[in-house]
């Protein structure tokens, strides 16, 4: 997969157990930066011993999971590994691994679709151009593609909008409440308050009361009340409506 032209290649080669299906063995050439290495490593680590199917419910998350975190700009890396593990399972029974992903092609200095990119924006969640060029390399050369990036960003997320508005409601169970707190503070909160030198960890969860204590310049800010209503907002809007957020 991906394409020595634009700077980034891989293949995958497995051995497979035909009895049980499971990957006895897994090994890669890849033409790339440290980072695409590390991945291919990560990634042949973490099929081994499995059947084809459980390998295939492994996400380029878990890759770059495996190796700590990577550099949100070399994510396209571990997104990589995951391609060339779908194209050699592909190729394995019997179909051909497709060169070209499906879809009309959006970024014509590497190559990538709409399709590609609609499927990573889902899978990782992405809300920014910069995310989804960090993530598939889209919009990173000319920057001629970048108000389609935009354009898709907006449908996608606008279609979540719609689809969460028409979902019943349905009551969270304590643990579920306490996940998405955490989970709305890491991918909404955390990240504004530590671009301003602050940052923000959750205590505990009692009922609809969130205890947060806030770190960095966010401690004894003169705009910390305010902060705080914020981030109360926010998670009313994604958690539930009833929250109320308390400093430590």
Not at 40 to 49: C, H, P
Not at 55 to 81: W, Y
Not at 131 to 136: A, P, R, S, W, Y
Request: aromatic share 4%; hydrophobic share 40%; glycine share 8%.
């Amino acid at each position: 997969v991906g394409s020595i032209v634009c700077g980034d290649a891989l293949r995958l080669t497995l051995k497979i157990d035909r009895e049980t299906n499971r990957i006895t063995d897994a090994k890669f050439k890849t033409f790339g930066c440290a980072s695409a290495i590390a991945s291919s490593t990560a990634m042949t680590e973490l099929i081994k011993g499995k059947t084809l199917d459980e390998a295939l419910n492994i996400t380029n998350q878990d890759i770059a999971d495996f190796l700590g975190g990577l550099p949100r700009e070399k994510m396209h890396c571990s997104v990589m590994g995951y391609e060339a593990l779908e194209a050699a399972a592909a190729n394995y029974r019997g179909g051909k691994p497709c060169e070209v992903e499906e879809g009309e092609i959006v970024c014509q200095c590497f190559g990538v679709t709409d399709e590609k990119i609609k499927r990573v924006i889902k899978e990782n969640k992405l809300h920014t151009v910069d995310d989804v060029t960090n993530f598939t390399k889209a919009g990173g050369g000319c920057g001629s593609c970048i108000p389609d990036i935009e354009k898709i960003l907006k449908e996608i997320w606008a279609e979540k909008v719609i689809e969460e508005a028409v979902k019943p409601k349905r009551k969270l169970t304590n643990i579920q409440k306490i996940a998405l707190v955490q989970e709305t503070i890491e991918r909404e909160i955390r990240p504004l308050l530590q671009a301003d030198g602050g940052d923000i960890e959750l205590m505990d969860v009692e009922g609809n009361k969130v205890m947060v204590s806030l770190r960095g310049t966010c401690t004894g800010c003169l705009m910390a009340d305010v902060t705080v209503k914020n981030i109360e907002k926010k998670l009313k809007e994604l958690v539930n409506e009833e929250l109320v957020v308390e400093v430590e």
